[in-house]
C-alpha cells in the first residue's frame, strides 16, 4: 500500500510559524498600536464581499479587478470574491451602519489577510497580510497628514529607517476631466498595443503606471497631474506638504506616481525601501473623494493607507533588525519529579497571571536535559524544583544569563522573579 502524499500550502500562501510568527505579530502590532494612538477605532471585516462592491469601488480597469481577484459562486449562485483591499469593503460597512450619520471624521483601523492572484514574488504573497486605516467624512489637509504620519510613525516605531516617502496630488473634479482630456490626446499620438490603447480609453492615468520599458520611454514626456492642478486642488496639496514639514515628517515628491486603484484623488503616497529590489513598495495610500456616493452613500471624502505586514518584515531583515526578541517565554521551569512538576504548574500559572510568559519542562527529563531546553527557551530565569526543595517548601532560581542562582521560600517566587525581571 503506498503512502499517502503529504499537503503543502498553496502556491504563493505563506504560513507564519515560530519563531518567524513572533515577528509577524510584532509588526503587525506595532502598525497598529500607531493607529491606535492617533483614536483609530478597530473594524473587523469580511474575508468575501459581492463581487461588484470591488468592481465599482475599486475599479474594472485596475489589474486587480480585471486579473487578480479570487472570485467565486457561492453555493446561492452569487458572485462574491475574497476581498483583494480593505477600503471599499469599509466604505461599505460605514454605509451599512449609518458611521458617517454620526461625529466626523470616522476614524478606523484594520487588520488582516488580503488576496489577489498574482504571481509569487519575495514578500509579493496572494495571500498578503495589511495593517491599514480609513478616515472618512472630512476634507481637511490636516488629517491627510496625519495620516500619513501614522504610517510613518508605524514603522519607525518597529525600527525601520532606510525608508522613503513619495507623495503626489492627482488632483480632483476642478481639474481632473481637463487632465484627463490632455492625457489622452497624448498618449492617442503613440504607438500604443491595443490593449493599452483600451486601458489609455477607460483610464490614462494606469498607463503612466505601466511597468513595460518600452511603454515607459514612450510616456517619458507625458504631461504631469502636478503640473495641471487647480487653484484649489494645489492649495490642498500645498497645505499637507506644510503640515509633514511641521510634524518632521520627510517626503519625496513624486510628480509620475500612480497607484494601482482607480478611486484615489488629491493626496496620493507610497512608503518605498530599495532593500526589497524591484518590488519595493511597503505600503501607501491616499484620498478618494468620490468613492462614498459611488458605492451609494453619501458624498463624504475619505483617506486611508495599507501597509504591507509581510514587505515590513523583509524590510526589517534587510537592515538587519527584529521587531522583536527570540525569546518566547520570561522564566523556564525544570521539575523533577511528578510532585515538583505539579507544584511547578501551580507557580507558572500565578506567575502568568501576573503578566510573565513561562513555560516549562513537560514529559521526565533528568536535570541537565531539562537545563538544556531551559537554555534554548531564551529565558531570562530557571525554576528548579526537586524532592529536597518540596519538602522544604523552598525553590532555586537561576539567573540564565550570570549563571548566579540561590534558593527561595516558594511563597516568595512570584516576588523574587519580577524583581529579577526588572518589575
Known sequence: MSKASTFSAPKGVPDYVPPLSAEFVAVRDGLTRAARLAGYGHIELPIFEDTGLFARGVGESTDVVSKEMYTFADRGDRSVTLRPEGTAGVMRAVIEHGLDRGQLPVKLSYNGPFFRYERPQAGRYRQLQQVGVEAIGVDDPALDAEVVAVADAGFRGLGLEDFRLEITSLGDDTCRPQYRERLQEFLFALPLDEETRRRAEINPLRVLDDKRPAVRELTADAPLMLDHLSDSAKAHFDEVLAHLDALGVPYVINPRMVRGLDYYTKTTFEFVHDG?????????????????SQLGGQKLSGIGFGLGVDRTILALEAEGKSATTPARCEVFGVPLGAEAKAKLVVIAHQLRSEGVRVDLVYGDRSAKAGMKVADRSGAKVALMLGERELAEGAIVLKNLGTGE???????????EVKAILGG
Do not use: C, F, N, W
Not at 526589497?276 to 462614498?292: C, H, T
Not at 540561590?406 to 516576588?415: F, I, K, L, P, Q
Open 405 to 415: 542562582q540561590h534558593t527561595s521560600a516558594v511563597t516568595d517566587v512570584v516576588a
Open 276 to 292: 526589497l529590489g524591484a518590488q519595493s513598495g511597503i505600503g501607501g495610500g491616499g484620498r478618494y473623494d468620490g468613492l462614498m
